[in-house]
């Protein structure tokens, strides 16, 4: 991205390019991409389950049109899977068929000193770039034209983890005891979800430019579903919004998101429903609430938030 | 770079960004210093020109959750917010009414003695808001209104500015105006009206400049308030408090649970771990201790004035979750019952009326509700559980039943008894505690935040040695 554009253009360019790929960014979300590729930095996008956040990543890689490398965090995730690990059968194999070898270049000197003088001088073959196994981080640091790493729920992983990723955040390099420093050819974009199932260390949220993605306004959300969704009418499109707009404002163990609000229009546009009726709702109502006990809340008021959906005005 | 035509202000941007910053740590914002210099170059890359614009990017790269997001935000406003003499629009009107008035004959108002006025006066006169922002702004910073620490501090910071406007000069102008026989009507109405802008603006920087000490001063003084004397005012406030208190320990305790214990192999899970390459060890497992998370039963007295004690140990408790692998919570008056369920379900606040309900006010009788545990709940005490017992041993002269608290502490890990009333009172009136002490690992008073701190620390750190 040219870093001579004024803010204002190169903002507005970044939310055009994300809106091609498919991507409807609110005005934060856009300042936040386009801080985090002017400072370096990256994101740590948390928020509610459904509203975007891996989209956000898989988005950004389209638009720049590189890479994805995604790495998927969990409880006992450790740096062998995350980083690197040797190649321990390759090198369990390459000793076996280099014995003779070994023997040959070994066997024409006399002391043991001087043999083991002999081998230094080969220095750490075993032990070099050829046995690396790269996992995710090395892998993102190695692309050539850069990428977009995505850590997605950070919070998923130990503390500890957390702790061994600030020196890829903050210098975008790793040290491999065995090989020394390696750095990244190429700056990835790096982005971090966490759906904050635990609080994240102060340490790492230093590190990064946190975004927190809610549910979208009604209007954004509409643009979103015409986008992800384009069968759809306007006028169905508008209620949809807004219908599930009012069932966000109940008290639910978990409210709908964008994604099941997407879901929901799918599934409308393959029932080919032409409005909201209260039976058409009711029947598709598992598209959009995932608990039994948030069902049994919403279905005896459903007219009624179809009535209240009708008259709440949701412009564009 | 840093275009700023639309910034309110011509001072150095970067000071104002760190006074900003001063502003945003008085709202709980902990800004380190890598942080303060992203937000910088964030700024030096969106520029001033858009306050939306600005306000994004601090809140990006400042905020680090979503209540912080709130509050800065709220501070953005206030901090950004230019001050403006609100009578000055009035004064100028007033000045053309004024204009057109004198043209008229019988003007009640000469403005003959215009040019003998100070320069404030004129300035005022002249009704240019731009030159009296700019004057208020810069009396502001050679007075250091930034430095302002307490709201005690008002007045002296108000006259500072005023003074350093010219406000004696313009106080003389009017007298001289008014021993002339003139009623300067319209200069006495700015005057008021920039006495008033000042007053707001220095208003503004209490809120923005004095709130970090004053808040650190009222959380230092509510940690050592006895719990049950709390002002009802001060109860949300020492929520957050322990909210916060307990946030930290639970960040410290939740850390590996494991201590490595290098130097005895474990030679089942070395040999399984490398079955892959023959079984050559290459990579060691060593024989780890695991570190038992602590395992809580409490008993909460829940009657009276202990009420109020025992919300707040359970909030502390319960705020530690990942750090305590189980709790179990009884609350009694009269009798004894669970009521793990509901404080597991819902904020402590509810919780807690939720029990109350369940339990009633009753008066304590310590020795039915022992009963009662013992008949329904002994089988979740086992010799790992932590026993809590919180109540202020105050019996009504009923039997305490010290043999069930014994039978407990056999079978307990430990028994921990906490009591809301200082030391000296126990053993006092029908305070049976002397006699429930033996079987106590240890008992504490517990009727402050900070008490209540010490305990919970001391608890967290038992079982890791």
Known sequence: MDSLLDPATAIEAVDRGLAEAGYIASRQISTAVFLAQRLDKPILVEGPAGVGKTELAKSIAAWQNIELIRMQCYEGLDEAKALYEWKYAKQLLYTQILKDKLGEVIGQTETLPAALARLHDFGDIFFSKQFVEPRPLLQ??????????????????????EAFLLEILSDYQITIPEIGRIA?????????????????????????????IGFPEPRLEARIIETRVPGVASELR??????VHEVRTLDLKKLPSVSETIDWARVLLLLHTSSLSSEVVRDTLNVLLKYEVDMETVTPQVAELIDKAERAFVPG | MLSSPASATTREPDDLLLRFFRAARGVGCRISPPE????MSAVAAVGYADKARLRDALLLTIAKTQEEKDALAECFDIFFKSPE??????????AEAADQSAEEPG????EGGSEQYGELARMLMSGDRGAVQAAMTAAADAANLSEIRFFTQRGLYSSRILEMMGMAQLEDDIAAQQAAGNQPQRLMNARDGLREAVREMVNDAITLYTREGTEALRNDILRNVPLNRLERQDIERTRKLVGEMARRLRDKYNKPRRKKNRGRLDTRKTIRRNASWGGIPFITVWKQKRVDKPKIVALCDVSGSVARVAEFLLLFLYSLNEAISDIHTYAFSGRLVDVSEILDGNAIDKAMQEVMKTVGYGSSDYGKSFADFEDNFMSGVTNRTTVIILGDGRTNNLDPRTDILRRISERARRVIWLNPEPRFAWGTGDSEMPRYQPYCTFSRPCGTVRQLERVVVDLMEMDRH
């Open chain 2, 85 to 94: 003499p609100r009578n000055l629009e009035e004064a100028q009107e007033d």
């Open chain 2, 36 to 39: 303060s210099m992203d937000a």
């Open chain 1, 238 to 243: 508008k209620k949809i919004v807004s219908f």
């Open chain 2, 107 to 110: 003007g009640n108002e000469s």
């Open chain 1, 184 to 212: 990244a050819v190429t700056k990835p974009i790096v982005i971090l979800t966490s759906n904050a199932n635990r609080d994240l260390g102060d340490a790492l949220k230093r590190r990064c430019i946190h975004l927190h």
């Open chain 1, 140 to 161: 993102a640091l190695e692309q050539k034209d850069g990428c977009v790493l995505l850590i997605d729920e950070i919070d998923k992983a130990d503390a500890e983890f």
